[in-house]
T-cell receptor
């Protein structure tokens, strides 16, 4: 399988601060990466598609100004939660699809657990 | 409308027995991909097995196999010889093409508990 890293794995911050989460594909290049949010005991909810060299595509209901996404290179995408509030507390997980076999299989990072106090 | 349906919120299986986790999907695409992921309590999503819509044979990967019934739009995961380490959440997902790219839709998951 492919390797995707995510940093930090856990972050606790005060309300009103911004938090940046990094997602890296370690052994392959990814022109596209996905950012998901997962609430406890629920499924993954796609937040946005990160595109290298262009703007991210956000899902309906996801605030672009709240969740800033930057795909700086073919191996790095960042998600910045701006002016975080307690309701932003969640498990954030990124993924990168890899071409080859099986085709466009998503490989996930280990996730970031964000707690906003 | 729900595109991926996993009707079993929780399942129990005795160690060394086989278990089937259900998944049905809904799409009008001719070409699509179906995936199963395992999510242990640590939170990481682990890719298990893939079935392409044009694959004629059921996919197998070690102790994992798929019972793919295209006409019924179902792709059930069979885990043989269950182990305690198989206890986790299992998600079925579908890859579909949209606006020149791909998007992945996940089901609500099934929590599997393997009993010693």
């Amino acid at each position: 399988g492919a390797v995707v890293s995510q940093h930090p794995s856990r972050v606790i911050c005060k309300s009103g601060t911004s938090v940046k989460i990094e997602c890296r594909s370690l052994d392959f290049q990814a022109t596209t990466m996905f950012w998901y949010r997962q609430f406890p005991k629920q499924s993954l909810m796609l937040m946005a598609t990160s595109n290298e060299g262009s703007k991210a595509t956000y899902e309906q209901g996801v605030e672009k100004d709240k969740f800033l996404i930057n795909h700086a290179s073919l191996t790095l995408s960042t998600l910045t939660v701006t002016s975080a509030h307690p309701e932003d507390s969640s498990f954030y997980i990124c993924s990168a699809p890899k071409t080859g076999k099986p085709p466009y299989t998503q490989y996930f990072g280990p996730g970031t657990r964000l707690t906003v106090l | 409308a729900q595109k991926i349906t996993q009707t079993q919120p929780g399942m129990f299986v005795q160690e060394k027995e086989a278990v089937t986790l259900d998944c049905t999907y809904d799409t009008s695409d001719q070409s699509y991909g179906l995936f199963w992921y395992k999510q242990p309590s640590s939170g990481e999503m682990i890719f298990l097995i893939y079935q392409g819509s044009y694959d004629e044979q059921n996919a197998t990967e070690g102790r994992y196999s798929l019972n793919f019934q295209k006409a019924r739009k179902s792709t059930n995961l069979v885990i043989s010889a269950s182990q305690l380490g198989d206890s986790a959440m299992y998600f079925c997902a579908m890859r579909e093409a949209t606006q020149g790219t791909y998007k992945y839709i996940f089901g609500t998951g099934t929590r599997l508990k393997v009993l010693a």
